[in-house]
């Protein structure tokens, strides 16, 4: 099955630098892409996501790029914000199988810290 | 702010008790998914509901259960608690075809 793999595990950067987060994905037919932002002891916010017929998606500070033939995709913060500071998790969708339809393979998260 | 919610959001529960947690999707929603999170670690993909019916299931023992009703509200069951069952449970609504989905705020298990 889908496996995912999120790198760095940890990853702290001054106010206004940018981060980027990567992860790679083991099924070539994955097929989609979010992106979830988890502050402490609140739910996963979707803050971006990717099909995979585009190669880059743009949304303010965020952006997500996908190469499909190495199978991995970033995440790029701009100008980081000390309310940027939470864990984020990359997931990917394995295609349509026998009806079920794909549940999200989550990596094991960043945890993003911004000084200010 | 999602239209999804949970309840209850704490619990806490003794070993080899049952437990059952309920999710309400977002408004338009007719699939509902339930994760488990360990803490420090990614949801884990428990099973999926669409149309009342179990429609896909990740690597948990037959002892985590579930339903959905005809309002697409939904629920998980756990019998026989077992220590490491302690983890933050998500639900995550969305439209079945859909990919994008939506989490409600957790319910907090605690096995003691």
């Known amino acids: 099955g889908e496996n995912v793999e999120q790198h760095p595990s940890t990853l702290s950067v001054q106010e206004g630098d940018s981060a980027v987060i990567k992860c790679t994905y083991s099924?070539?037919?994955?097929?989609?892409f979010p992106w979830y932002k988890q502050e402490l002891g609140k739910r996963p916010q979707l803050i971006i996501d990717?099909?995979?017929?585009?190669g880059e998606k743009k949304d303010q500070r965020i952006a997500v790029t996908l190469n499909k033939t190495a199978k991995h995709f970033s995440l790029h913060i701009t100008e980081t914000q000390p309310e940027d500071s939470a864990v984020y998790f990359c997931?990917?969708?394995?295609?349509?199988?026998?009806?079920?339809?794909?549940?999200?393979?989550f990596g094991k998260g960043t945890k993003l810290s911004v000084k200010p | 702010e999602t239209g999804v919610t949970q309840s209850p959001t704490h619990l806490i529960k003794t070993r080899g008790q049952q437990v059952t947690l309920r999710c309400s999707s977002q408004?338009?929603?007719?699939?509902v998914s339930w994760y488990q999170q360990a803490l420090g670690q990614g949801p884990q993909f428990i099973f999926q509901?669409?149309?009342?019916?179990?429609?896909g299931r990740g690597n948990f023992p037959p002892r985590f259960s579930g339903l959905q009703f005809p309002n697409y509200s939904s629920e998980l069951n756990v019998n026989a608690l077992e220590l490491d069952d302690s983890a933050l449970y998500l639900c995550?609504?969305?439209?079945?075809?859909?990919?994008?989905?939506?989490f409600g705020q957790g319910t907090r298990l605690t096995v003691v």
């Open positions: 995550a609504s969305s439209l079945f075809g859909n990919t994008e989905a939506f």
């Open positions: 099924d070539s037919a994955s097929n989609y």
């Open positions: 990717i099909r995979s017929n585009v």
């Open positions: 997931a990917a969708i394995p295609p349509f199988y026998g009806g079920s339809q794909g549940n999200l393979i």
């Open positions: 408004s338009g929603h007719n699939t």
């Open positions: 509901y669409y149309r009342e019916e179990e429609n």
